[in-house]
């Protein structure tokens, strides 16, 4: 969804928007679901590292088989696991030691994953202060693909075309995310001299990103080897970011200098996705982006658990709270993007001047 730049409407009132977010925090902390629950993400860490185990060691027996790209598919399904933990450390949600929760996501980030704690942090931190506001979120700036309307008319040539067909290329681009991740994992470091940790993020990153790919060849021969890592990089780009696509593509752009309080700014900019534990396994907490957006600090397994007070504090406000399925919210970021490649201006109604009006959303 997608909105231009409206005046800011003249009932606003942002100490009262404001007021609503510190109801709905105190309704969570009195639920006690802030307190951290240290032992579930212990247990998750001890199945994560024995799956690993059990991943390398039929690596290393079943030998130079066909087989083995059945265990590239797993070790890409296993990587995007860690890195949701990761993802979930670096949200200071695993321990009360903000240095403790740096180091897990290290050590997972950069050892397993392979991607550099400190670029992921500051992306991401940037992106939950501004969600999908035009100008302050990183993950809708200018790339490959165009994610404002009116974006695409710098894109000419190849880019054009592309641009206007980005809708379904889509997924296929999705295969190439891990060279991302691992390019600015390496790029990050050696550009910021002064970054924290650097020479450990580096060596952590180089033993995974070189690390890995060394043993597979060296173990299944050039051949295999390359097809095995395809499969790999493949499966974990296409799982990591189909999982977090679904959050905020084709929901409300904010303007740059368009006022919204926080509980309404990350409310209608995310999208939940449905499917119960089995989801909320799969993606690792981030089918109850609008949860999570709300409480970022909160443990991944009590966002289930404030959900329904969530819900139900909208419906008193009046605040929309999208949800819907994953196949539907795949349909709807590929006709989104195509939409904006093909320069549609408004190619989804958006609730959000309405919603701020306290209106009725459309």
Same mark, same amino acid.
């Given at each position: 969804?997608? &909105?231009?730049?409206?005046?800011?409407?003249?009932?606003?009132?942002?100490?009262?928007?404001?007021?609503?977010?510190?109801?709905?925090? %105190?309704?969570?902390?009195?639920?006690?679901?802030?307190?951290?629950?240290?032992? /579930?993400?212990?247990?998750?860490?001890?199945?994560?590292?024995?799956?690993?185990?059990?991943?390398?060691?039929?690596?290393? /027996?079943?030998? %130079?088989?066909?087989?083995?790209?059945? !265990?590239?598919?797993?070790?890409?399904?296993?990587?995007? %696991?860690?890195?949701?933990?990761?993802?979930?450390?670096?949200?200071?949600?695993?321990?009360?030691?903000?240095?403790?929760?740096?180091?897990?996501?290290?050590?997972?980030? =950069?050892?397993?994953?392979? @991607?550099?704690?400190?670029?992921?942090?500051?992306?991401?931190?940037?992106?939950?202060?501004?969600?999908?506001?035009?100008?302050?979120?990183?993950?809708?700036?200018?790339? !490959?693909?165009?994610?404002?309307?009116?974006?695409?008319?710098?894109?000419?040539?190849?880019?054009?075309?592309?641009?206007?067909?980005?809708?379904?290329?889509?997924?296929?681009?999705?295969?190439?995310?891990?060279? #991302?991740?691992?390019?600015?994992?390496?790029?990050?470091?050696?550009?910021?001299?002064?970054?924290?940790?650097?020479? #450990?993020? @580096?060596?952590?990153?180089? !033993?995974?990103? !070189?690390?890995?790919?060394?043993?597979?060849?060296? &173990? +299944?021969?050039?051949?295999?080897?390359?097809?095995?890592?395809? #499969?790999?990089?493949?499966?974990?780009?296409?799982?990591?970011?189909?999982?977090?696509?679904? =959050?905020?593509?084709?929901?409300?752009?904010?303007?740059?200098?368009?006022?919204?309080?926080?509980?309404?700014? %990350? #409310?209608?900019?995310?999208?939940?996705? *449905?499917?119960?534990? @089995?989801? =909320?396994?799969?993606?690792?907490?981030?089918?109850?982006?609008?949860?999570?957006?709300?409480?970022?600090?909160?443990? *991944?397994?009590?966002?289930?658990?404030?959900?329904?007070?969530?819900?139900?504090?909208?419906?008193?406000?009046?605040?929309?709270?999208?949800?819907?399925? +994953?196949?539907?919210?795949?349909?709807?970021?590929?006709?989104?993007?195509?939409?904006?490649?093909?320069?549609?201006?408004?190619?989804?109604?958006?609730?959000?001047?309405?919603?701020?009006?306290?209106?009725?959303?459309?």
């Amino acid at each position: 969804m997608t &909105t231009t730049a409206p005046a800011r409407p003249a009932d606003y009132r942002a100490a009262d928007h404001t007021r609503d977010y510190f109801e709905l925090s %105190q309704r969570a902390k009195d639920a006690g679901l802030m307190d951290r629950d240290v032992p /579930t993400y212990v247990l998750r860490t001890i199945l994560l590292g024995a799956a690993l185990v059990g991943a390398f060691v039929l690596l290393l /027996t079943l030998g %130079q088989t066909w087989w083995q790209l059945a !265990v590239a598919a797993l070790f890409g399904i296993l990587f995007t %696991q860690a890195a949701f933990l990761a993802h979930d450390g670096a949200h200071q949600q695993v321990f009360s030691s903000g240095r403790r929760n740096q180091w897990y996501s290290r050590i997972l980030g =950069n050892l397993v994953v392979g @991607l550099s704690l400190a670029w992921w942090t500051r992306k991401h931190n940037r992106h939950h202060a501004h969600p999908n506001t035009i100008g302050k979120d990183g993950d809708i700036s200018g790339g !490959v693909l165009v994610f404002v309307p009116g974006d695409e008319k710098e894109r000419t040539g190849f880019m054009g075309w592309l641009a206007r067909r980005q809708g379904y290329a889509f997924f296929p681009l999705l295969t190439l995310f891990a060279f #991302v991740l691992h390019y600015e994992a390496i790029s990050t470091v050696l550009r910021n001299p002064t970054m924290k940790h650097r020479w #450990v993020e @580096l060596i952590l990153a180089l !033993v995974r990103i !070189v690390g890995f790919p060394v043993l597979v060849i060296a &173990t +299944l021969g050039p051949g295999l080897g390359a097809a095995f890592l395809a #499969v790999q990089l493949a499966v974990f780009g296409v799982y990591m970011g189909g999982s977090f696509a679904p =959050n905020h593509k084709g929901m409300a752009l904010i303007p740059k200098d368009y006022e919204v309080d926080f509980l309404r700014r %990350q #409310v209608l900019t995310s999208r939940n996705i *449905s499917g119960g534990r @089995l989801m =909320n396994w799969a993606m690792g907490g981030l089918d109850l982006q609008i949860e999570h957006h709300l409480f970022p600090r909160m443990p *991944s397994g009590h966002l289930r658990k404030v959900r329904p007070l969530v819900q139900e504090f909208c419906a008193e406000r009046g605040i929309t709270y999208t949800e819907t399925s +994953l196949p539907a919210s795949y349909r709807i970021i590929v006709r989104y993007l195509n939409d904006v490649g093909l320069g549609h201006a408004d190619p989804m109604e958006c609730p959000l001047a309405s919603q701020l009006r306290g209106a009725p959303a459309v």
